[in-house]
T-cell receptor, first 115, second 114 residues
Framework: DTGVSQNPRHKITKRGQNVTFRCDPI?????LYWYRQTLGQGPEFLTY????????KSRLLSDRFSAERPKGSFSTLEIQRTEQGDSAMYLC?????????????FGSGTRLTVV | AQSVTQLGSHVSVSEGALVLLRCNYS??????LFWYVQYPNQGLQLLLK??????LVKGINGFEAEFKKSETSFHLTKPSAHMSDAAEYFC????????????FGSGTQLTVLP
């Protein structure tokens, strides 16, 4: 068990470009979550999957954002037409069913800078 | 909607002194409560959690927290601070009736002075 893995660790992109991040959860975890964290703030929930089904999306997840979890394994988060306001740390977490009883395991995050 | 308030965005203590980080939550149903620690440019590491049962919860690295329903609080303490405790600490809440995601406070940056 290597924990939750996120790639890349850092991404610098020009405004208007598309970016994609990847998250590999702990293999036996059914649930996968994406959060966004801006400087000086706590993480904010974006979306969550149970297996391959995307069960909830935050209002923070505008139509420029899309997330997938094909086959219920790894997940990708894509941001289209990036804006400077998208600059943030994007965190992925996973948990087994009943995650509230076990805690949620976070990855090291992908830091996005839009210039 | 649930919310978490962390009083004090910055806390400084001397090495060896008591650490007290405050967390209050709003809830009309029993919460699940968590404390996470984040080191610079890293993800979040779970320190401890309260689900049900004993209200005094012990975690890693000598930290503990007490769930006080009457005060809607879940303050984090450590009897003696170590330099390696310097980090940002986040309190978070989840609910059994929610979509199971975490709602975080805005964090408390802990500085440990030599």
């Amino acid at each position: 068990d290597t924990g939750v893995s996120q790639n890349p660790r850092h991404k610098i992109t020009k405004r208007g470009q598309n970016v994609t991040f990847r998250c590999d959860p702990i293999s036996e975890h059914n649930r996968l979550y994406w959060y966004r964290q801006t400087l000086g703030q706590g993480p904010e929930f974006l979306t969550y999957f149970q297996n391959e089904a995307q069960l909830e999306k935050s209002r923070l997840l505008s139509d420029r954002f899309s997330a997938e979890r094909p086959k219920g394994s790894f997940s990708t988060l894509e941001i289209q037409r990036t804006e400077q306001g998208d600059s943030a740390m994007y965190l992925c977490a996973s948990s087994p069913l009943g995650g509230q009883n076990y805690g949620y395991t976070f990855g090291s995050g992908t830091r996005l800078t839009v210039v | 909607a649930q919310s978490v308030t962390q009083l004090g965005s910055h806390v400084s203590v001397s090495e060896g002194a008591l650490v007290l980080l405050r967390c209050n939550y709003s809830s009309s149903v029993p919460p699940y409560l968590f404390w996470y620690v984040q080191y610079p440019n890293q993800g979040l590491q779970l320190l401890l959690k309260y689900t049900t049962g004993a209200t005094l919860v012990k975690g890693i690295n000598g930290f503990e927290a007490e769930f006080k329903k009457s005060e809607t609080s879940f303050h984090l303490t450590k009897p003696s601070a170590h330099m390696s405790d310097a980090a940002e600490y986040f309190c978070a809440v989840s609910y059994s009736g929610s979509a199971r995601q975490l709602t975080f406070g805005s964090g408390t940056q802990l500085t440990v002075l030599p």
